[in-house]
């Protein structure tokens, strides 16, 4: 995949923009708040219809205009062309590709493959875990968008559990005059969750399976020599094997939580509640033993085999987005992140640090300055 054009309307701090941009390593460097990672963030729209930086699409509005437009020229790994286009508006936004508007999620996502990572992404090892569970969605919808509707099944089926339960139970371990007509909704919520939270369950936990073998060798090449190794492993409440047994298990577990339920009056069990680990040598966490420069290169090495597994899917590398990716690490990894960027078909790396454009500028293929909503190429 590679971004060839790219046109931006009051998106941040550009008010018109356009740039053409070669394959290989680009830079863009400036000083803080310059709008380097406005740059990403608008390609980053363009992936998953939502900014890495804020819920509220108003914030990506020029101050003062009444919308935002994004229009990009792209072209696959197969040479073949495409355009895409959003309009954010009124709280709305509103995609096309190739001339035709697009409604559907599900037909958007995928179709401009990136990967990507900027400072918040330490969060991923040390946020809550929904962030993690997010990132594992996002990326098993692009992969395969016809889960889409299993997704919506679940998160319908969850939610009316609840709120059935707060039925049940109005206060905790109180049930209602009408509790048992009430049960036998809460039932039917139930098959519901089961079905669809069994096959999300399933499809998690065999996308960390495949990523891990795409992670570990990754994250092996950031690390120093000889230097210690980094896994992933899918947490669950619900035993996960055999896989024809997944489904009774989750049955089950239901089942043995209903006097918890009736205190929390929530579902603790199913999809919503698992994680992801990172794993230091197999058995310590992370999150908690390991280094500064370990968690980055772990954050690192996840977005690179979030991009190999891609690849390797779709056949169709994707844009690669690294913003402010290179400060806190020593020179040594420096080097190592950069040496995988260059089997990469499109890069993007932002830096305010000169020193660290000398490191990269000899790999890149285009340096772009960038200064108050103009961009100009060195």
Do not use: W
Not at 52 to 70: H, L, Y
Not at 248 to 257: I, V
Not at 285 to 311: H, I, N, P, T, V
Request: proline share 5%; hydrophobic share 35%.
């Amino acid at each position: 995949m590679r971004l060839e054009r790219i046109k931006l309307h009051d998106f941040r701090n550009y008010e018109r923009l356009e740039l053409s941009f070669p394959p290989g390593i680009i830079v863009l460097t400036g000083a803080n708040g310059a709008g380097k990672s406005n740059l990403l963030e608008a390609i980053h729209y363009l992936s998953y219809l939502k900014s890495f930086r804020t819920a509220r699409d108003r914030e990506t509005i020029r101050f003062g205009q009444p919308f935002a437009v994004v229009d990009a020229h792209l072209r696959d790994d197969h040479d073949r062309p495409f355009n895409a286009r959003l309009v954010l508006k009124g709280g709305k936004r509103h995609v096309r590709l190739d001339g035709n508007d697009i409604t559907r999620f599900q037909d958007f996502i995928g179709r401009l493959h990136s990967q990507f990572f900027f400072p918040g992404d330490m969060s991923l090892l040390t946020g809550d875990p929904s962030l993690r569970r997010e990132v594992l969605d996002l990326e098993l919808l692009r992969l395969k968008p016809p889960l889409t509707p299993v997704y919506q099944r679940f998160n319908n089926a969850l939610k009316q559990r609840n709120q059935t339960l707060k039925l049940v139970y109005p206060r905790p371990n109180v049930q209602s005059r009408d509790a048992e007509n009430m049960k036998k909704t809460l039932a039917v919520y139930t098959d519901q969750l089961v079905a669809a939270g069994t096959q999300v369950m399933r499809e998690r936990r065999g996308l960390v399976n495949v990523l891990n073998e795409q992670f570990k060798p990754l994250y092996s090449r950031l690390a120093p020599p000889q230097g210690e190794s980094v896994s992933l492993r899918y947490y669950s409440s619900v035993e996960l094997e055999p896989d024809d047994g997944v489904q009774e298990a989750f049955r089950q577990k239901l089942a043995e939580a209903q006097t918890t339920e009736a205190s929390l009056r929530y579902t603790t069990a199913g999809p919503h509640r698992d994680d992801l680990g990172f794993l230091l040598d197999e058995e310590r966490d992370l999150r908690r033993f390991g280094s500064q420069g370990q968690k980055r290169s772990a954050a690192l090495a996840f977005r690179l085999a979030l991009s190999a597994l891609s690849a390797k899917r779709l056949s169709d590398n994707p844009l690669l987005l690294l913003d402010d990716a290179l400060s806190e690490m020593d020179d040594e990894r420096k080097q190592r992140l950069l040496k995988l960027c260059r089997q990469q078909t499109q890069v993007f790396i932002t830096s305010a640090s000169s020193r660290e454009v000398e490191l990269i500028g000899p790999l890149a293929n285009a340096v772009y300055r960038v200064e108050n909503g103009q961009v100009t190429r060195e």
